[in-house]
């Protein structure tokens, strides 16, 4: 048995024993996360078996920033979805408490995400180590003049009656301050984001299939630079292959142990 396996590392008998060891002897530790990490918090994410888009195309649609800007009836199903969101009432799971104790201890270089919830600033990791690439839903943008508002108080005009509440100053399209499909990602964060992987010494991909670029593209570019490379998730990645070590089981469960206090 022994003999069949290929590797070093598939025949470590506690990769997960092996990886709080690593996390404890790092130094930079760049943790990047996607939807899995907020499963938990009863947000569900996107392509999994329960994901919003696997169990409704057409919600796919209210993502894609053409079809928002151009069809006033995608809008309004975005604004009823808005309303009815989880993260409304979500609150941070277990595996965003690991984080904010990795950075308590010292080992946290940076979290980036492309989760728009922001339950790892809600958690206390701390805004200046906190990269949020795509953006966040608790906010609102005007397509029109670029005037930013809290979501909630566009979607108290929702609940008032409003189906597609334009911008109080220009009369413009409001849209949640997200990256959407089609839009481009902005400049400097992505660019923070891709300077910090740059210089991780421990790179932790969590809750996340790796498929989006250029988020995904951080992953190899660590590596590249000498940092280790460990995945959690439930679900295979799209780079498993380029991992040190790949820990497959629930985030809420993982990540205290290989990152808590
Ligand atoms: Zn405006």
Redesign the pocket.
Known sequence: MMAAMPSEAAADPDPVATVRRWVDAARRVVVLTGAGISTESGIPDFRGPQGVWTRNPQAEKQSTLQHYLADPEVRKAAWRSRLAHPAWTAQPGRGHLALVALERRGRLHALITQNIDELHRIAGNSPARTIEVHGTMRRVV?W??G?RMPMQEVLARVRAGEDDPA?P????ILKSDTISFGQALVPEVIDRALAAAGEADLLLAVGTTLQVYPVAGMVPLAKEAGARVVIVNDQPTALDALADAVLRGPIGELLPVICGD
């Open positions: 005007c029109g003049c005037d911008c100053r220009c009369g413009g």
